[in-house]
């Protein structure tokens, strides 16, 4: 997928020629080479080659070098009418907006989650965002909103709803019982929240931005005791970036200066558990009741349209 500025002329060689030439004089290369394509015209892509080659090399002096040219001329030639260009904007890819599930995707004001967003949105997914409101631990919900407000302007049109459920008194819980699993079971009672917003909002699945080994929550045996019997597909399209490839997918999006100075949770351990078990995690959840508590939580969330 690319784009590119072209001058527009009739299907006919005459004009065809008369249009590289034209762009050819304004830049006076030293080499050049036609790079001509045809669709339901009469003469073939070697003919074009050849009559808007000669041209501009009568008009300009400039000698043809098909390996390694100082200027390329682009010629689509189509039934009715044809397009030559110097320049390939190249197109960010993807699928169209729409064409795939729709998705919910965790923010937390932090640099990675809008661009594990914007990335399953380039794979045609819709979403909705969901905040983790924890203050007094962390406050970004500035944060979140503004980013909300940069992928919408991604979204063709769409709206996207931004939601936030108030977790700090589940925070609280956890790390006065299970200080060192904070975030493991912090984690573990957003996936139940996540588990029953994605019924609300018509979602397939769950998205976060987790980079593999990027901090010490996200390892493997962390992630699996994080999402041990949980009835939900998480993605985790950022899983094998490295911290320099997610800042500039960020930059090229538009939310790293909205993100890069978000402040880290201060419920976070000084020592984190790094290898957590999965039996342990799930038995810690049975006795905090994390379940029960997640279905109160949700039914404090709000919810607000961006875009």
């Not at 795939?100 to 923010?107: E, P, R, S, T």
């Not at 007094?136 to 979204?155: F, G, H, M, T």
């Not at 006795?287 to 969330?301: D, T």
């Amino acid at each position: 997928m690319s784009a590119s500025p072209a001058t527009t002329v009739p299907s006919a060689l005459e004009e065809i020629a008369r249009a590289a030439v034209d762009l050819a004089k304004e830049v006076a290369p030293k080499s050049f080479a036609i790079r001509p394509r045809r669709s339901g015209v009469s003469f073939s892509s070697e003919e074009i080659g050849r009559a808007v080659g000669e041209a501009v090399r009568v008009a300009t002096g400039s000698r043809v070098d098909l390996s390694r040219p100082e200027m390329e001329i682009f010629v689509e030639a189509r039934r009715e009418r044809s397009f030559i260009f110097t320049r390939i904007v190249p197109g960010l890819g993807g699928l169209p907006l729409g064409s795939q599930g729709k998705m919910l995707a965790l923010i937390s004001g932090g640099i990675d989650s809008p661009v594990a967003a914007w990335l399953m949105m380039k794979r045609g997914c819709p979403v909705s965002l969901l905040h983790f409101d924890s203050r007094p631990y962390a406050d970004a919900i500035q944060q979140c909103r503004r980013s909300a407000e940069v992928l919408a302007e991604w979204s063709a049109g769409r709206k996207i709803d931004l939601i936030t459920v108030p977790i700090s008194r589940g925070i609280e819980k956890i790390a006065a019982h299970y200080p060192r699993a904070t975030c493991i079971l912090c984690r573990r009672l957003m996936y139940l929240i996540a588990a029953q917003v994605i019924e609300k909002q018509g979602c397939l699945g769950v998205v976060t931005g987790y980079s593999m080994g990027q901090v010490a929550s996200q390892t493997a045996e962390n992630i699996l005791a994080e999402q041990a019997g949980m009835c939900l597909p998480v993605f985790h399209p950022l899983i094998s970036m490295d911290k320099t490839e997610i800042v500039d997918l960020a930059r090229k999006i538009g939310t790293y200066a909205i993100t890069e100075e978000t402040k880290s949770c201060t419920a976070v351990p000084a020592k984190p558990m790094t290898r957590a078990g999965k039996e342990e995690m799930l038995r810690a959840e049975e006795i905090l009741g994390l379940r029960e508590m997640a279905g109160r939580l949700v039914e404090e969330m709000k919810v607000e349209r961006i875009g």
